[in-house]
């Protein structure tokens, strides 16, 4: 299927990639954040002494339906994104699965 040239001018203008930082469970930004499909990536940075989980969903599903990703203590994880990808995600402990304490972002999307 060929792409229309405004999709294509979209693609071009979004960046390759995006910094999201976490400090105190908190990320930063807890916004929208957009990368060019295919190529771009987010990078998650743990600014805390503590390791976390990420926990990725699907936009209209529950938190726990998502998977969790280990983030390490001042560790890193990278997610490279697809063509018409949208997640939310959530920080939470690494211990438990207390939905409560989780505090979020999102939509990642390209």
């Known amino acids: 299927m060929a792409t229309s040239g405004a999709a294509k001018a979209k693609e071009k203008a979004l960046p390759r990639s995006a910094t999201i930082k976490i400090r105190n469970q908190a990320p930063n930004p807890s ?5 060019a499909p295919w190529i771009g990536r987010v990078h998650f940075v743990n600014q805390d002494k503590k390791e976390y989980r990420l926990r990725f969903f699907k936009p209209d599903t529950e938190p726990l339906k998502g998977i969790d990703i280990l983030i390490p203590a001042k560790g890193r994880v990278t997610l490279g994104i697809k063509t018409g990808d949208e997640y939310h995600f959530g920080v ?3 211990r438990g ?8 972002g999102g939509p990642i999307i390209n």
Not at 31 to 35: A, D, I, L, M, Y
Not at 97 to 104: F, Q, R
């Open 31 to 35: 916004g929208k954040v957009e990368v």
């Open 92 to 94: 939470y402990p690494s």
């Open 97 to 104: 699965d207390v939905a409560a304490l989780g505090k979020g």
